[in-house]
């Protein structure tokens, strides 16, 4: 099992040692999508939602999330955090949450995206459940990546 990163010789789970890597501006990109009906929409535009605005209080979860980040996932560097930008917004009966998360690190900043637009889906989700129940949230993923090793940009 040696050849895998987070396993030690004895077959160990262990946290990666990035301790010689060289700190570097790093930037992550990750989406999520929460699908509801046309009346969650209407109710969200309208301002009837019970539980108030569900769109704001999902931004600060998401910020918030992605700095617990390594509290959440086990083997996860505890990085610095530049910064944390969350947005969201509605395209027909989607809503699209989009993360952005920085840091200058001598590791990548992905989960702290992914993490942010998680929980920002998950906050929609417990926003809007007093209007609708049957709430599909989807299509988590990373969409680009950039500093480090190697960038990468989602292409679908």
Request: glycine content about 6%.
């Amino acid at each position: 099992m040696s050849n895998l990163s987070h396993y030690d010789v004895e077959g160990k789970v262990r946290m990666v040692d990035i301790s010689e890597k060289a700190s570097t501006v790093r930037e992550a990109r990750a989406s999520a999508r929460v699908i509801v009906s046309s009346e969650t929409i209407d109710a969200v535009r309208s301002g009837a939602n019970p539980k108030g605005d569900p769109f704001e209080i999902a931004r600060i979860a998401g910020i918030q999330a992605a700095k617990k980040t390594s509290e959440l996932v086990p083997l996860c560097h505890q990085i610095q955090l530049s910064g944390v930008d969350v947005s969201i917004e509605i395209i027909g009966s989607n809503i699209k949450i989009a993360a952005i998360a920085r840091t200058v690190s001598p590791t990548g900043v992905e989960m702290e995206a992914l993490t942010a637009a998680s929980v920002a889906a998950l906050t929609i989700y417990d926003m809007l459940k007093a209007v609708q129940r049957d709430i599909v949230i989807t299509d988590i993923r990373l969409e680009s990546k950039s500093g480090g090793k190697s960038d990468y940009m989602r292409t679908e």
